[in-house]
């Protein structure tokens, strides 16, 4: 499958007028932990990520709207919304996408990574009535990672194993390869909005690879991660 460069990455609800399920763990609290170290894991090896979540709401309507246009606005290549399943007695994982394309394609190899960590397998789900899979663009799924309200599902429950097993299907699905390390030693007069121009990066990558605390304070002499 081709190359990825942008992924949207859809934090399910977590803002006012579009609140999760409530189970034995919180389907927000999920929700958040997944998405965001998805995010990490995919701007580690250089994707570029557009996080879709809104910071606020004023109706469902709009949450669902905002979410779309971002990635939209900024032509992402592939969607992927980020949820968690609650329905008294239900368990195990699903992926829901429009039938038939690359979407669909792509759930069936992401699924499996998330089912070899023990949950049940419901199958990739042909949905045409979802907004975030109906309006965007692009590609789209959303994956139902398990259900917060089972305690088969919960018990041992591990975000960062659920962020890892997606991350491995999208790796697998768009052949990613790390970026090789470029390097670059800090001169005196350098700033990161510089040296993103230079590297083609961008500051959030610089940040996240070398752990920078405070974006003003590089030093000459000091050897930042640029890719
Ligand atoms: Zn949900």
Redesign the pocket.
């Known amino acids: 499958m081709n190359k990825i460069s942008t992924i949207a990455i859809d934090i ?2 977590n803002v006012q007028f579009d609140g ?2 409530l189970g034995i763990k919180s ?1 927000n609290v999920l ?1 958040f932990e997944v998405g965001t170290k998805l995010i990490e894991k995919c701007r580690a090896v250089g994707i570029n990520v557009i996080n879709c979540t809104p910071k606020s709401a004023v109706s469902l309507y709009d949450s669902l709207n905002k979410r779309v246009e971002a990635a939209n606005n900024r032509n992402a290549d592939f969607f992927i919304s980020i ?4 329905c008294a007695g239900g368990h195990g994982t699903e992926i829901l996408c429009i039938p038939g394309g690359k979407a669909e394609e792509v759930a069936n190899i992401i699924l499996p990574e998330i089912v070899k960590l023990g949950f049940s397998n419901r199958g990739v789900k042909p949905r045409n009535d979802l907004f975030v899979l109906n309006k965007t663009n692009m590609s789209a799924i ?1 994956i ?1 990672c398990a259900f917060c309200d089972s305690k088969r599902d919960m018990q041992n429950y591990d975000t960062e194993k659920v962020a890892e097993a997606i991350f491995q299907g999208l790796y697998k699905a768009f052949n990613i390869s790390k970026t090789t390390e470029v390097y670059h030693i800090v001169a005196p007069g350098d700033t990161l909005w510089a040296l993103t121009r230079k590297y083609g990066t961008t500051i959030n990558n610089i940040v996240t690879l070398n752990n920078i605390k405070n974006i003003n304070l590089i030093c000459p002499g000091q050897k930042l991660r640029m890719k």
């Open positions: 399910g609800h999760g399920a389907e929700n949820h968690h399943n609650a959303l139902e």
